[in-house]
């Protein structure tokens, strides 16, 4: 059974940093793609980043430059380190990955921008 569980949500201010934690069980991150999509309320659900099997690394367009994804294959664990925080940047953040067309979801950590 695939978990994942994400940590290191909050609130921070305009131009705040924070990381995002996803711990993954019953799936190996390293062999699948592993990545964080966000979801902002009345709004559709959006990538954020995501790395592959071969470390290829995908990022939205809002967030380049700004967030950057990792992966630590021996704790099989993904971080996203959100740096430059903006208002438009509060959403729920869901960590994902996909193993070959199954894709599976962590629970979402809420993240607040707000001054």
């Known amino acids: 059974q695939v978990q994942l569980v994400e940590s290191g949500g909050g609130l921070v201010q305009p131009g705040g940093s924070l990381r995002l934690s996803c711990a993954g069980s019953?799936?190996?991150?390293?062999?699948?793609?592993v990545g964080w999509y966000r979801q902002a309320p009345g709004k559709e659900r959006e990538l954020v980043a995501r790395?592959?099997?071969?470390?290829?690394?995908n990022y939205g367009d809002s967030v380049k430059g700004r967030f950057t994804i990792s992966r630590d294959n021996a704790q099989n664990t993904a971080y996203l380190q959100m740096n430059s925080l903006k208002l438009e940047d509060t959403a729920v953040y869901y960590c994902?990955?996909?193993?070959?067309?199954?894709?599976?979801w962590g629970q979402g950590t809420q993240v607040t921008v707000s001054s």
């Open positions: 019953g799936i190996i991150f390293s062999l699948n793609t």
């Open positions: 994902y990955a996909q193993r070959t067309v199954t894709s599976y």
């Open positions: 790395i592959f099997r071969g470390a290829n690394i």
